[in-house]
């Protein structure tokens, strides 16, 4: 009998099946509490519930949580996660740890159809949607292998995908996870990463629960961002902008734009300048990312003196600049470097070979 999942429901959601069941509702709280709140996803554990409710529930639910395949720990802290959903599909988790927060990096897609044109995940093009279950199970195995679930953490919305190509599940996912009787993780400690998918940034824009925004810009025009985030050829530069001058900017908080750095592409002291024209007017920062390189990535990486350079200009100009630190470069967590599947369709027993560089 097809079982519906569990991990896939809001408590609203569970309530009602709950009561559809023939049970009072307030049994949907503890069981939302048991998975989200202790991350126990076996029914027989759920000491405070009946026998005869845990074993209907067990007939008629499941509570899928995503499979822990590999886990890598850098020599800096940063602890990549390989895991198997339901379908066989692997995605990838990042842990980065005291930055200053300790963070969850999390994936929202398996591949991604960005393409942007130094990331490793746009090679992968687009597999599917994670469900939002599948979302908010990657923070539950994280907090399982972490030790963490006492813990506070920040997510990011930064690993596989483009969050707002899945704007859906990634919502349900936040509201789940925002939830007083889960782990009741305030948005505010959620940021969302996007290249910019208009329509749903304008969405967003009108969300009861909205996350902080980081936005991938990357380039300083129109030309040359069409190059490298293709979908700058549907949703321009300049309209993204606008949709940011427009975004409701909670207060004392910003927008972050991260700017990859490429090597005589888009490192020159007259992008810098052009960057803080266009930022005019934003509440904005910018954190720097110079360009993680790996093979099949046709671009380099500008010296630290470059980038430093980079930076000046744009605090000399009173605007917030960071430059990223590139953490878990030896276990590929990297940004941009989060890839499972060969292009060369490797064989199951081959999947976990494929996640060594790809030549
Ligand atoms: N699709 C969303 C979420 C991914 S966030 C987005 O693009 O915002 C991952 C961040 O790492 C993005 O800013 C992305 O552009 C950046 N990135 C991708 N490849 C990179 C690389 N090789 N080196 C450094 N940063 C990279």
Redesign the pocket.
């Known amino acids: 009998m097809y079982r519906h999942d569990l991990a896939e429901m809001e408590l609203p959601e569970l309530e009602h099946a709950l009561e559809a069941m023939g049970y009072p509702r307030f049994h949907a709280r503890q069981l939302f509490q048991w998975v989200h709140k202790r991350g126990v996803t076996d029914f027989g554990d759920m000491t405070d519930l009946g026998r005869d409710l845990r074993s209907n529930l067990a007939g008629a639910l499941r509570i899928s949580t995503p499979e822990l395949v590999h886990g890598d720990t850098s020599t800096d802290g940063t602890a990549k996660f390989l895991l198997r959903l339901e379908d066989g599909h692997l995605i990838e988790s990042v842990f980065i740890p005291d930055t200053p927060s300790n963070t969850f990096c999390l994936s929202t897609q398996v591949g991604?159809a960005?393409r942007?044109g130094?990331?490793?995940t746009g090679k992968m093009g687009i597999i599917r949607n994670l469900t939002a279950g599948e979302i908010v199970g990657q923070v539950r195995v994280l907090t399982r292998e972490l030790g963490m679930l006492q813990s506070r953490f920040n997510i990011v919305?930064?690993g596989m995908?483009?969050?707002l190509h899945n704007y859906d599940a990634v919502m349900k996912a936040l509201r789940i996870l925002n939830d007083e009787h889960g782990l009741a993780v305030n948005p505010r400690r959620v940021t969302l990463?996007?290249?910019g998918v208009l329509p749903a940034l304008e969405r967003l824009a009108t969300e009861p629960l909205m996350p902080n925004l980081?936005i991938?810009l990357?380039a300083t025009t129109e030309d040359q961002r069409d190059a490298l985030v293709p979908i700058n050829r549907k949703y321009g530069l300049k309209e993204l902008l606008e949709a940011c001058r427009r975004f409701p900017v909670k207060r004392r908080e910003r927008i972050t734009f991260?700017y990859?750095m490429l090597k005589d592409v888009n490192d020159t002291d007259e992008d810098a300048r052009r960057l803080v024209r266009l930022l005019n007017g934003i509440r904005a920062k910018v954190n720097l990312?110079p360009?993680?390189e790996?093979a099949g990535?046709p671009y380099e990486r500008p010296s630290d003196t470059r980038v430093n350079r980079f930076a000046k200009i744009l605090a000399e100009r009173g605007v917030t600049v960071s430059v990223r630190k590139s953490r878990g470069r030896d276990i590929r967590a990297?940004?941009?470097?989060l890839i499972t599947e060969s292009t060369r369709q490797p064989s199951p027993g081959q999947r976990l070979a494929a996640l060594l560089p790809i030549s």
Do not use: D, K, R
């Open positions: 991604c960005m942007c130094f990331c490793l919305l930064m995908g483009e969050p990463s996007t290249v980081a991938s990357h991260e990859v990312l360009l993680n790996a990535i990297a940004c941009g470097q």
